[in-house]
């Protein structure tokens, strides 16, 4: 199994905050997004790629393939995961990659959304999935910025 160091729920996925804070936070040297769309979008991939610095490795899979590179032999990388929605990571743990904390911090409003806390807003199909993650004995929590302390999301879902 890989090296997981931090697991993170960001619609956004890369931008700022995750390049200048937390991958330095989790001391990752690999970024790992796993996204179906952003899997078959060469051009965000492209524009992606040129905002990751140059030794910080990054890696694009849809959910298939994500699981696949995840249960992988340990190859000493560092790995950030970032996913959109937390019906990813659902799937993850489903399919036996290990999860052990998953922090939430960016999920935008838009239509059937609520929020949830801060400017975390989700549906509740979304809502489900983070208790299923909890279920699963996972520590699921909200951190927006890096300086934020922890809130567990159990208390509000």
């Known amino acids: 199994m890989k090296n997981i160091v931090w697991t993170r729920i960001d619609?956004?996925?890369?931008?700022?905050q995750v390049m200048t804070q937390w991958i330095q936070h989790a001391d990752a040297n690999e970024v790992v997004i796993i996204d179906d769309g952003v899997a078959k979008d060469a051009f965000i991939q492209?524009?992606?790629?040129s905002s990751v610095p140059a030794k910080i490795n990054l890696e694009i899979f849809n959910v298939a393939d994500g699981i696949d590179y995840l249960k992988g032999e340990d190859d000493g990388k560092k790995i950030l995961v970032?996913?959109?929605?937390?019906?990813?990571?659902?799937?993850?743990?489903?399919?036996?990659?290990?999860?052990?904390?998953?922090?939430?911090g960016g999920i935008g409003a838009k239509a059937g959304r609520k929020t949830l806390y801060k400017n975390i807003s989700t549906s509740e199909a979304e809502?489900?999935?983070?208790?299923?993650?909890?279920?699963?004995?996972i520590k699921v929590f909200f951190r927006v910025v890096v300086s934020d302390s922890e809130e567990l999301v159990e208390k509000y879902v």
């Not at 619609?11 to 700022?16: A, E, P, S, T, V």
């Not at 970032?82 to 922090?103: C, F, I, R």
Request: charged share 25%; aromatic share 0%.
């Open 127 to 137: 809502n489900q999935d983070l208790r299923n993650l909890i279920d699963k004995g």
């Open 46 to 49: 492209m524009i992606m790629k």
């Open 82 to 104: 970032l996913v959109k929605t937390p019906g990813v990571l659902v799937a993850l743990a489903d399919a036996g990659v290990k999860l052990e904390s998953v922090n939430v």
């Open 11 to 16: 619609d956004r996925l890369i931008h700022g």
